[in-house]
């Protein structure tokens, strides 16, 4: 056990003692923060005391025997995955102690302003005007696909500064304050009949320029930080077998033997064979991690997890047959108010599974985005022939 | 050999009903009534039905129809698959009809060929053709018993048939909208919506019974899947065509999106796959309608090739409309629910495989 | 009955009653030439009578039911289905008196040399070099694929005559005499091990000026009308149910029971419903030629008989087993001796079936051309981004 | 959890290999030897076998191998499939050893893994892990009488080892080339034929009976299986890689044909594949290792994953290099018949997917 290691247990109890894991939980977070307890690699005052990143694992193993609450990552994901890393790296001195504390403890929820109606795989296309107005920016435009922007108190948001030059040149990072006039969030159906995400109107909304990340025109620079901790993000937790939606399928197969034809069975052994083979490859890219070398394997898995959802849930309602014709709810008065803040692929009818699944080639990046990219940056072939590099972002066909 | 091309004729009635249905059931208007209470549009169904002569075509003159045949009533089911309006074409233009004409159930045959009256056939939509005469309902003291789930078009359907099983064996009655009872099932298709169906000592008639119920039965579900597969044909030509419509309207980095030799290379298999569901289609529609004894073959070997394509072209269409495809306003997702769900009506592409190889003689091991 | 076939079917009793159908083959056949019975469409003097296309086959099956012989026009394919029509189309009256009736009767075989090691997909870019030398060409280069080189007397031969311009712009087309100084047929063993094709090399060959078909620089435009008659070729006949590679594998299906297992069962049904489709599809495709409605179906039979024959003739060996990890001939010694001239798909093992198609979806357009072709032309989706157009040939990228 | 990356020492183990494969059997030497009678290159053997210390890897140093593991005789089987080099590695470094060392003939392995000997196991190469002990040679009278087709590595093989009927039950012989009639198979892959392996009253001696011959059967076959992945893999990743080249120095139509986007993504599609293979291989190379009871699960799922990621590396192989895939001259095809034959090789992915679902309980239908 190294000193660093040593350090921070004792740390963690020095929490402890102060603080009473089962008491109020904001009130012992906001500690955990100030203790430095947080994200350990992030230098004091911050959360953290620059302690090496592997050793969080250390802290929120003690912690967690100790029954002490978390942050509940998954509702501030955004936050934590993608506004954090960059406002770290972009933000100013007054930024980072302005927002990462309540960013961390959940205090305030995140929501990420980047996708518009005309620019989705292109995202350096984004049509989102901000023109400058004393210390102020005017931002007009449309936003989508905004998961949590109607919990959220913050955004991070990409904008177009200057329509004059080449698309990557002329866009400015902001964060944006979801409580500002002209800030409107309309929730968006999707095929399954709810509504995970947000369109996100912004209508002369005032930015302060002190809100700004990075220097004018340096937007694209600033948003690549935040996507690059969108795909290491990707990856998920060490499974067992037959784990997500093959078991949903294996275990109707085994307590539905009148469903069993010879032909569904070797198709359910493929994709049971594919999900296990998608399964170790995620395996073996957390173990390539954790050795401090992670490999472009994470977009192999998601590549295949997409597929494999599709091909398993399509799968799983032939095998119904009659039920699979059945759906649970398409309910028009509840979609706008009941909204789901995380994806229930085991929760919901096989029907829905089909129907959800239909997204995980398209958000966070289409599949066919991410074979560019294998093509490119990990076989070494040629980029597409590009049209859009030199041209004034106003002159682009649209 | 059957006829696999489209004739003259049968193009001027493909241009009238997709008149009709452009006019009457654009998109929009489809999705918007899948939340309504009337998702069934009377009028429209009297203009295409009566006016437009759709419910008569496969029923001879002499009979109150058209004395057209299946062939001519697939092109009405090709533009319904384009367009989705909800109808009761198939179960009674096609289910009932065909169960009737087989059953010798004149009167009815000839109400249904008007289009005023409006029946469905109580199977299970998945039934599969070959498999056994239903048993859910029993008829005793002439009156029927049972529920039968997942109904076609019989939420408003003025009569049913039946088939039940009677003292004697299999037969075939016809039940009055009024003494039958109705559940509305949460279907996954939005624009053929599903019913499961009760009778408690329901008064019925009886059309048929017997060999001849169960050739009617048979008859019913072969002529289903002929038909069905004309409307796949035409869900995969209009997926198809939208999402090439996207494909040259939508620019990324600068170019049409269709210029990407990837999706191009789609569109290609996807076309190479539509051009021979058509050919399949076809086979299948001439078949039924020449009464060919390869009639069971072919309606087979179509739901065994066009549900495939069918879904394809849909889950390419949201695919690459990508986050449109998605969402609830744009009608991909119409023509995906609507393409599973035919995937699995009359049995699965892989049922149907199982049933060639026995009708083939490849048998399994 | 038309009086135009009254006619024709007078003509073929005159040649019947003129010269015995079971007498001598090629003096027939020259006598059947002469009285414009060969392609009624052409010319007379050209073996034809100007008459309508369509009825050849009325005066090929009254030839056919008196015992005539034929022309045999498989070995001969090239020249009917190829040269002929570019030497038609293309031909002084001249060049079209010389060639076309040996070409017909058999009496001369031609090849074509168009493709190159350099330039397969995009035959554009084609190198062999033809320097005028007073009333000759000088022609030095290398063809490849060329089907019956071995046998020709004739070729039909694409040169690049200018390489300081575009290069669909600098080509020109000649007739070559297989016999002439400096044609060297080399036999190109392939993966089955046998040699169906030839490498040709040209070095120093002389081409009468007077052999030139087309201007010169016209070369494409000539070379188009040869490509497109192959591509009418291509359709096939009207096979009845379970022919092709699909019957072999029924066949074993049926006589061995002990090698069926469920899964190879559904495999099986999924490749004969596949197999079913493109017969239908062929037969819509005759029935669309035969209404005098061509339409582009015929490129969807061509990638779909190349997937299928790849699919199915694996599927046989895996079917297989322990039979299909066997051959039948590799031998050294025969290949370059026993050539055959045409594709013997059912006469030869499971594993030269799957190793010959595999050549189905490059020869005659690559699959991926085809794809090219149809989301073009068909579906008129935009073509490639083209870097070739205006360059000058010699400065192009190889 | 095994472990599923190369060591630093397995790296080595690499390099080594690789590098002498690279210079004495390029892909024009291979292609070559396929048309002589020395296929197999003795001076090869002696260099990776007994110099670089291959055939002892996966035999401890007290039964006089090299005390390392299957997993690092993995690494070896990943480099031969990257080369084709013909080599008696499977045939007797894998199977004859693994068979040999489970029923304790501890004199043989220590000969096999020097390298100075080599067997064949002689079971035909399509045996399925998990069938029943083979019956086709029997044992009488102190001999062995019987034929097995399609042996892998027997040709060269200086001892078999035989199952066999006795009559108390399955056993497994050791017999010596000279007691044996071997006839020479016309083999769908060139570098590594097989070979029908008769024996007439051939005096044998017994090594192991009963379970301890089941066992050992087994115990050969489960780890051919998952060492024959690793084959796969590096047959697959070698595939990869010269398409990739090939792609990036051909041009048509003015560009590389790597700047295409459909062959990009198809590229792309096929490391994806590859990846997913390596994790499988390396899981089946630990689970042998390390004797773990998820051993027969690893190595089925091995067989059903990597022989398809084999078969399309080479079948694209084929495809992408156009013309020049379908020439004898380039490898392409080597690779392409040593894919299709090693996915029967142990039984097909279809096989493998019926006996997984055995061993997981998905009982079939």
């Known amino acids: 056990m190294t000193n660093a290691e040593d350090d921070l247990r004792e740390r963690v109890q020095k929490l402890l003692a102060g603080h009473d894991p089962q008491g109020d939980r904001m009130e012992f977070l906001r500690a955990q923060f100030d203790a430095g307890l947080a994200w350990v690699h992030f230098p004091a005052g911050l959360g953290g005391l620059d302690a090496p ?60 302003l980047f996708s518009e109606p005309g620019a989705g795989s292109d995202l350096a296309a984004l049509g989102t005007r901000a023109v400058p107005d004393g210390d102020h920016w005017i931002v007009n435009g449309q936003k989508v696909w905004t998961s949590q922007a109607h919990e959220a108190r913050w955004a991070i948001v990409v904008t177009r500064t200057d329509p004059d030059v080449p698309k990557h040149k002329g866009m400015t990072y902001f964060v944006l304050d979801m409580k500002a006039d002209g800030v409107e969030v309309r929730p968006l159906r999707q095929i399954t009949g709810e509504a995970e995400f947000n369109e996100v109107f912004l209508t002369d909304v005032r930015i302060p320029d002190s809100q700004r990340l990075g220097a004018v025109g340096d937007g694209w620079a600033v948003a690549q930080t935040t996507l690059m901790n969108e795909r290491v993000a990707i990856g998920g937790g060490a499974a067992p077998r037959e784990s997500g939606v093959i078991a949903e399928v294996a275990k109707t197969w085994r307590t539905r033997p009148e469903l069993r034809t010879p032909a569904a069975h070797d198709e359910l052994m493929r994709l049971w064979v594919e999900a296990e083979a998608t399964r170790l490859t995620g395996l073996r890219l957390r173990q390539q991690l954790a050795a401090g070398a992670p490999g472009p394997e994470g977009s192999a898995a998601k590549l295949a997890f997409a597929r494999l959802n599709q091909e398993i849930t399509s799968f799983e309602l032939d095998l119904l047959g009659a039920d699979g014709l059945r759906y649970d709810d398409w309910s028009s008065d509840t979609w706008r108010t009941e909204r789901p803040t995380s994806v229930d692929f085991l929760g919901r009818s096989p029907g829905y599974r089909y129907l959800r699944a239909k997204g995980n080639s398209i958000e966070g990046g289409t599949s066919e985005i991410l074979r560019n990219i294998i093509a490119e940056r990990v076989l070494g072939l040629p980029g597409e022939i590009r049209v859009d590099k030199t041209v004034p972002w106003k002159d682009l066909p649209k | 050999m059957t006829d696999l091309l489209y004739s003259q004729d049968e193009e001027l009635l493909r241009a009238s009903v997709r008149d009709l249905l452009t006019a009457r059931a654009p998109a929009s208007a489809v999705l918007a009534r899948t939340e309504t209470d009337e998702l069934y549009d009377p009028a429209l169904w009297h203009a295409l039905a009566a006016d437009l002569g759709a419910a008569g075509l496969a029923v001879p003159e002499w009979a109150g129809g058209h004395g057209a045949s299946w062939r001519e009533t697939a092109i009405v089911a090709e533009e319904l698959g384009r367009s989705l309006a909800a109808t009761a074409f198939l179960g009674s233009t096609v289910l009932a009809t065909a169960a009737g004409r087989s059953a010798g159930a004149d009167d009815l045959v000839e109400r249904l060929a008007s289009g005023e009256v409006t029946a469905a056939l109580a199977i299970p939509l998945s039934t599969v053709p070959g498999s056994g005469f239903p048993d859910t309902v029993r008829h005793s003291h002439e009156t029927l018993t049972g529920t039968v789930r997942n109904v076609a078009d019989a939420r408003t359907a003025d009569v049913l048939i039946v088939p039940a099983l009677a003292d004697d064996g299999p037969a075939l009655y016809v039940v009055g909208a009024g003494a039958i009872s109705r559940t509305a099932v949460v279907s996954l298709d939005l624009t053929r919506p599903l019913t499961d169906v009760t009778l408690e000592s329901a008064r019925a008639d009886l059309i048929a019974s017997g060999a001849e119920a169960v050739a009617a039965f048979d008859t019913a579900l072969i002529t289903g899947a002929a038909m069905l597969a004309a409307e796949q044909l035409g869900l995969a030509e209009r997926c198809l065509e939208i999402t090439v419509e996207h494909l040259l309207t939508r620019y990324q980095f600068g170019r049409q999106i269709g210029s990407y030799q990837a999706l191009k290379h789609r569109m290609a298999d996807l076309w190479a796959g539509v051009t021979q569901a058509r050919a399949v289609a076809r086979y299948a529609a001439g078949c039924v309608a020449d009464a060919d004894p390869d009639a069971a073959v072919a309606a087979s070997l179509a739901q065994a090739y066009c549900s495939l394509v069918a879904v394809k072209a849909a889950e390419e269409c949201v695919q690459l409309h990508g986050g449109i495809g998605f969402t609830w306003e744009h009608p991909a997702h119409l023509y995906l629910k609507r393409a599973k769900a035919d995937a699995i009506a009359f049995g699965t592409a892989s049922q149907h495989r199982a049933r060639l190889a026995e009708l083939v003689d490849l048998p399994a091991a």
Do not use: F, K, Y
């Open chain 1, 53 to 112: 990143r592997t050793l969080q694992s250390v802290v929120d193993a003690d912690l967690a025997a100790a029954g002490a609450p978390t942050n509940d990552p998954r509702r501030i994901g955004i936050g934590l995955g993608m506004a954090a890393p960059t406002i770290r790296t972009h933000g100013t001195e007054e930024q980072q102690h302005r927002w990462l504390r309540p960013l961390w403890t959940g205090d305030e929820v995140w929501c990420q």
